[in-house]
Nanobody
């Protein structure tokens, strides 16, 4: 069983930066793909970014491309999401999730098996 925990959320002004971290315990993240999703009340969980651990291959939602960077830290067994040039519309609860790389579709929340508890990101205008 894998447990995931997010950290690094908070309140920031528009144009600012935050760095989120997803830590895994119980299993190593090797052989998994790790993604970040976000959700606002009343809306479905939205794909943000994904990294395949073994290859380092990354994918991004169009809305964050060029502003967010997903990366992995092999020594710490963590996946980070560096968020720059934040906008008020980035406000959401951010979740990390894992799946086998070949499972489902990369941007569908239903394709992911393990989820963290989420961390709140609030961007003020």
């Amino acid at each position: 069983q894998m447990q995931l925990g997010e950290s690094g959320g908070g309140l920031v002004q528009a144009g600012g930066s935050l760095r989120l971290s997803c830590a895994a315990s119980g299993r190593t993240l090797s052989s998994y793909a790790v993604a970040w999703f976000r959700q606002v009340p009343g809306k479905e969980r939205e794909f943000v970014a994904r990294i395949t651990w073994n290859t380092g291959f990354t994918m991004y939602a169009d809305s964050v491309k060029g502003r967010f960077t997903i990366s992995r830290d092999i020594a710490r067994n963590t996946v980070d999401l560096q968020m720059n040039s934040l906008k008020p519309e980035d406000t959401a609860v951010y979740y990390c999730a894992t799946t086998r790389p070949s499972s489902g579709t990369y941007d569908s929340a239903s394709s992911y098996n393990y989820w963290g508890q989420g961390t709140q990101v609030t961007v003020s205008s």
